[in-house]
């Protein structure tokens, strides 16, 4: 799977839009970009995924870059609840059991 | 919505004791998924089942074995424990091979603190 980089850390003033980047360069054709989350201590919670086109749910929206070099994962409102590690990860969609392989994430901090 | 369960939330053994995590997948889940995560770090993926098989493997000790049954829960078992077992063990679970949108749904986790 394609190694992801993220900022280790970033702000959000609540009721405004958070906007997360992922770089994933060495992506290839066939991988998946998904997000994850994890509130402290909590199971991480699937977000979002996606492929090429931009996605969006009821949680949030990803867009990918053209070249699918690099993601940005927005929350359009983000909320105190929102406050968690947010993880860029890259990885296939088919074939056997794929397990997720967690970076370092970025960690957001949203502010009242 | 159903959800991943775990068992027990929290579980304190002393070391060179053994350990069993239970872990119940969301109704027609067919895959399971165990991960552990130390103090400050991130989930790190341990062994996977699809089907009562084992799929992948990770960074499982030997000293820790799991299986998957009928019913597909799964069980973690862990034996002859060390201080550093000290972690939060997650399990996850999905429906294995249904294409692009198999995400993996987290349990709370199991606390195992090794004294």
């Known amino acids: 799977d394609a190694k992801t980089t993220q900022p280790p850390s970033m702000d959000c003033a609540e009721g405004r839009a958070a906007n997360l980047p992922c770089n994933h360069s060495t992506i290839s054709g066939n991988e998946y970009v998904y997000w994850y989350r994890q509130i402290h201590s909590q199971g991480p919670q699937y977000i979002i995924h996606?492929?090429?086109n931009n996605e969006t749910n009821e949680m949030a929206s990803l867009i990918i870059t053209e070249d699918r070099k690099s993601s940005t994962l927005i929350l359009p409102h983000a909320t105190l609840r929102d406050t968690a590690v947010y993880y860029c990860i890259v990885r296939l969609s088919s074939g056997s059991a794929r397990q997720l392989t967690f970076g370092s994430g970025t960690q957001l901090t949203v502010l009242p | 919505a159903a959800g991943v369960i775990q068992s027990p939330r929290h579980l304190i053994k002393e070391k060179r004791e053994t350990a069993t995590l239970k872990c119940y997948p969301i109704?027609?889940?067919?895959?399971v998924y165990w991960y552990q995560q130390g103090p400050g770090q991130d989930p790190q993926f341990l062994i996977s089942?699809?089907?009562?098989?084992?799929?992948d493997k990770g960074s499982i000790p030997d000293r820790f074995s799991a299986q998957q049954f009928s019913d597909y829960h799964s069980e973690l078992n862990m034996s002859s424990l060390e201080l550093g077992d000290s972690a939060l063990y997650f399990c996850?679970?999905?429906?294995?091979?249904?294409?692009?949108?198999?995400?993996?749904?987290f349990g709370p986790g199991t606390r195992l603190t090794v004294t």
């Open positions: 109704p027609r889940h067919d895959t």
């Open positions: 996606g492929l090429k």
């Open positions: 089942f699809y089907e009562k098989m084992q799929s």
């Open positions: 996850a679970s999905s429906l294995g091979q249904q294409g692009p949108g198999y995400e993996q749904y």
